[in-house]
């Protein structure tokens, strides 16, 4: 069968069950089986993470330094085959990553989930990151170039050329998946995040009641402004103008836009943190102890039973991978446009990104929610610490304004605002990377004139995403997410004996540094 026939009968079938059992039924991924505490999902990702990082003797410690080195340009060779240098190839996978999972993934993750999803949020990343760089090295190793000597990589391309054409199938149900996702994890809910925050700043300021403002009920669930309506197209019109423009110019803008919001969120993280030192170490106290011990019962009944334990490692996990897209399958396809003749040398710049995303960014994000108090305004602290708690429910980036404008009160009364811009520039970022990691997946698929077309519907989405509604969003984007990761897992152990010997090789040579 070929890879377009075979990409649309995949999209019929997966039409098919939606309109036949909804997004119910894919959800349950992040359940499956029924009869487990533990979802195979979990022990799958973790279960890889685990594998591949004492197969290869802990890369994510090893070769740290040398990843450091590697994304400083020392060994940096330009007339080496491939799109982007190290350092944009990483920044690029950076702002696909570094977004709105830094900032509402987190805040949602400690709404259902408490201070301990934090906690499985690092442990996801540790071992994520030995999946970033198998998943990365195998990437670049069996890419492809297209006719206009383009970089075409991923694990369509790895499950393919590694295990061979008999394993076609599991490249094009990676590939399907892949531009599903793009749609939804990184498109809709981008968006959606940003038009809600920009949708409570306006609000603020002309109410709820201006005709901007005022929603009106198109069905029973659902209510839409005419101010989401004008997020959207404004959105939209940013995003379609650099994706427009391909890779190069993708790779341009990322190299610039990830650096600047990551330091500007960084240091207001730490004004805050600074601020409440003294709580800082509580904090940490919460999340470890909520991990494995969360309060099991309303009034915060000493002993958490082993099903709030789950929950609270299902969120963390999810929002984990949602965070860092340890092991999804996205990064290695912007990695693979590395300019390298050495796969490892790009799989090593790779694992560096759990550290920087859900290490540093994603801890920062949950120890403001917590220094400040502002988790109290969670579900969870609701229904297993204080009932009587009558403060308003925030979830996603929304908790994350409330700290913010708390914790930086003591020196403007605007931190919020920080939270807005934040959302702004990972929101775009995410959009425009993504829209990268579809364009590869659709040509995968039907070849290089199906992109126009993609990218028409990919922006198209960026629109429906800032009207929609949260929980469809999410919902879908998990999903996909989840089910786009297994072929990519399948393929990381069937090709780990190849990558270890790359691995030995690699480390065997001199590297010195490029003049």
Request: proline share 3%.
């Amino acid at each position: 069968m070929s890879k377009k026939n075979g990409g649309i009968l995949f999209f019929g079938i997966i039409a098919l069950f939606l309109y036949a059992f909804g997004v119910k039924f894919f959800e349950a991924i992040w359940s499956f089986p029924s009869f487990s505490l533990v979802p195979l999902m979990v022990v799958a990702l973790l279960g890889t993470g685990i594998f591949t990082t004492f197969y290869l003797g802990f890369p994510q410690i090893k070769y740290f330094k040398h990843g450091i080195r590697v994304t400083r340009g020392l060994y940096d060779n330009p007339d080496e085959a491939g799109d982007l240098n190290h350092f944009q190839a990483l920044t690029t996978a950076l702002s696909a990553t570094v977004g709105i999972g830094n900032i509402a993934g987190v805040a949602t993750a400690m709404y259902y989930g408490g201070p301990g999803a934090l906690f499985w949020m690092w442990v996801t990343a540790f071992f994520g990151s030995a999946l970033k760089y198998a998943e990365c090295t195998l990437a670049v190793e069996f890419r492809d170039f297209d006719k206009h000597g383009m970089t075409a990589g991923g694990p369509m391309y790895t499950i393919e050329k590694g295990l061979g054409i008999k394993w076609r199938w599991l490249a094009i149900i990676f590939a399907c998946f892949a531009v599903i996702c793009s749609f939804a994890t990184g498109n809709a809910i981008q968006s959606f995040t940003l038009s809600d925050q920009l949708y409570s700043e306006v609000s603020q300021i002309v109410g709820n009641d201006h005709f901007l403002t005022t929603k009106h009920a198109i069905t029973e669930s659902y209510n839409l402004s005419i101010q989401q309506v004008i997020n959207g197209i404004f959105i939209a019109g940013i995003a379609g103008l650099v994706i427009i423009g391909g890779i190069k110019r993708i790779g341009n803008v990322t190299s610039y836009l990830a650096p600047f919001m990551a330091a500007i969120y960084f240091i207001a993280a730490l004004f805050i943190l600074l601020a409440n030192i003294n709580e800082v170490p509580a904090s940490f106290g919460k999340i470890l102890s909520m991990a494995f011990n969360p309060p099991a019962a309303v009034g915060g009944v000493a002993g958490g039973t082993l099903l709030v334990i789950m929950n609270t490692m299902l969120w963390g996990v999810k929002r984990g991978l949602y965070s860092n897209e340890a092991g999804q399958g996205s990064a290695p396809i912007a990695h693979s446009t590395a300019k390298t003749e050495y796969p490892v040398r790009e799989g090593v710049v790779a694992l560096l990104e759990p550290f920087i995303d859900t290490i540093i960014i994603c801890t920062l994000t949950g120890l403001t929610i917590l220094v400040t108090g502002t988790w109290h305004h969670t579900e969870f602290y609701l229904t297993r610490i204080d009932p009587s708690f009558g403060g308003e429910m925030l979830n996603g980036s929304l908790l994350t304004s409330l700290a913010f404008k708390n914790g930086l009160s003591w020196l403007f009364p605007f931190g919020d605002k920080i939270i807005t811009l934040g959302v702004l520039l990972f929101a775009i970022s995410t959009v425009i990377s993504w829209s990268f990691y579809g364009d590869r997946a659709t040509e995968y698929l039907f070849g290089d004139t199906a992109i126009p077309i993609y990218r028409s519907f990919y922006i198209l989405f960026v629109f429906i995403g800032a009207i929609a509604s949260l929980e469809a969003i999410w919902a879908f984007g998990d999903a996909a997410l989840g089910f786009m990761t297994f072929p990519n897992l399948i393929s990381i152990i069937l090709l780990s004996g190849v990558l270890k010997k790359m691995t030995k090789e690699y480390f065997e040579l001199e590297h010195k540094v490029y003049k």
